[in-house]
């Protein structure tokens, strides 16, 4: 009865609240083009937007501040990769960058971009919530070292978290994180030079890849101080929520409760998050900004996008922390498979393994006992294989 009263009266004390959720309808409910037309995950609209601001040359009054800037972050966080070739940081500097030439689905890559006069060619294989075909990055490789053999190459795998790209040794990882820093800082410089037209319609791109692909930030902020003062009322209303991603969470952090050694950390919906009580005894809390334990390092069930991926991975904190786990993910390549590139300064996924694909979910959306069976194997063989091994080298090198 008791808790019965106590959980009555966190309800209540939402209900009258309900003005804290204004913020975040004012910040939901402005109109986007690109989400009235539903091209926000259509990779090949993407790809069109990114090569008509690639284009030094063309309407939208940028000139080459963003491609100048794309490549220049490029260089310079995989410098000791790319600079094996003849191009330096010095020479990117200094290049014309209105020499180059922008083509769309060039032999069925989604954007090159060709300079003649530095000899240099960036090819991007842009990927929106979708996976690579099979051997579709060797292809492109080896089509464009065929036909630009004099040329100085980089192969750009544009993902929006920074995905690993299957040939680790000739594509590099970029994230959609990078293209909204850059445009944000190319339109704050070239501000009083377009047009508002073009003002708008960037900033309504922007707008999509915050709300979608990159995360907003601000919005997340209020999200989780809301939770944080109603977290028990928010918690019963997702634990009776009628809806398959509630049942698919509820399982999980059921199946996980089933090894002792599982420490679970703050979790909604979509995201269930989880140490190890191994990992947890040598790893200080010094996170900040993440969730309420202050850890840095979380292993983080997505069940979002229509399907189930478990991430490892590194939050904001403790700089020395943050970067030893991240040298530590960089030195076993084969065992930390998806992890990024670059250790961003809020959070670096070092590992990523799809649990069940959307293909999968779709065909059994209707029958939970289907979907719920899948899961607790596929669990099962992460936490004895893949997380057992991580564990085991993270408490080995961790010194």
């Not at 490549?71 to 990769?81: A, E, G, M, S, V």
């Not at 009322?233 to 929520?241: G, Q, T």
């Not at 991603?245 to 979509?270: C, F, G, H, R, W």
């Not at 996170?287 to 490892?312: A, C, F, H, M």
């Amino acid at each position: 009865m008791e808790d019965f009263l106590e959980k009555q009266k966190a309800i209540e004390d939402l209900l009258m609240d309900m003005e804290i959720f204004e913020q975040i309808e004012t910040k939901l409910s402005n109109f986007n083009a690109f989400e009235t037309l539903g091209i926000v995950n259509a990779e090949i609209r993407h790809s069109n937007v990114l090569a008509w601001l690639l284009n030094p040359k063309e309407n939208h009054g940028l000139g080459d501040v963003f491609i100048k800037k794309l490549i220049q972050t490029l260089f310079y966080q995989n410098k000791n990769t790319i600079l094996k070739s003849n191009v330096t940081l010095f020479d990117i500097s200094l290049m014309d960058y209105y020499d180059f030439n922008i083509r769309r689905e060039w032999k069925n890559i989604d954007i090159l971009a060709i300079s003649e006069e530095n000899k240099l060619v960036l090819v991007i294989e842009n990927k929106v919530w979708s996976k690579e075909s099979n051997n579709q990055l060797k292809k492109y490789f080896d089509i464009v070292h065929k036909e630009f053999s004099e040329y100085n190459k980089v192969f750009i795998f544009l993902t929006p978290y920074g995905d690993a790209p299957s040939d680790e040794e000739n594509w590099i990882s970029f994230d959609y994180k990078n293209v909204f820093d850059i445009l944000q800082k190319s339109i704050e410089l070239k501000k009083d030079l377009i047009s508002q037209n073009v003002k708008f319609f960037i900033e309504q791109y922007l707008e999509i890849l915050r709300r979608y692909i990159v995360g907003n930030f601000e919005l997340e902020k209020i999200c989780r101080e809301i939770y944080y003062k109603h977290q028990k009322a928010l918690d019963l209303i997702f634990e009776y929520k009628p809806d398959i991603y509630s049942e698919i969470s509820d399982y999980i952090a059921e199946v996980l409760e089933q090894y002792p050694n599982v420490l679970k950390d703050n979790s909604n919906k979509t995201l269930i998050r989880f140490i190890t009580e191994d990992l947890d005894k040598i790893i200080e809390k010094k996170g900040n900004g993440w969730t309420t334990s202050n850890r840095i390092l979380l292993y983080e069930i997505q069940n979002k996008n229509d399907k189930i991926v478990v991430k490892l991975i590194i939050g904001p904190g403790d700089d020395i922390i943050r970067n030893k786990l991240f040298d530590i993910g960089n030195k076993n390549k084969d065992l930390f498979k998806g992890r990024v590139n670059t250790l961003t300064p809020q959070y670096t996924q070092i590992f990523s393994k799809e649990l069940l694909s959307k293909n999968y979910i779709n065909r059994f959306y209707s029958n939970i006992e289907v979907i719920q069976k899948r899961i607790k194997i596929e669990i099962q063989n992460f936490i004895s294989n893949e997380m057992k091994e991580i564990n085991n080298y993270i408490i080995q090198n961790f010194v």
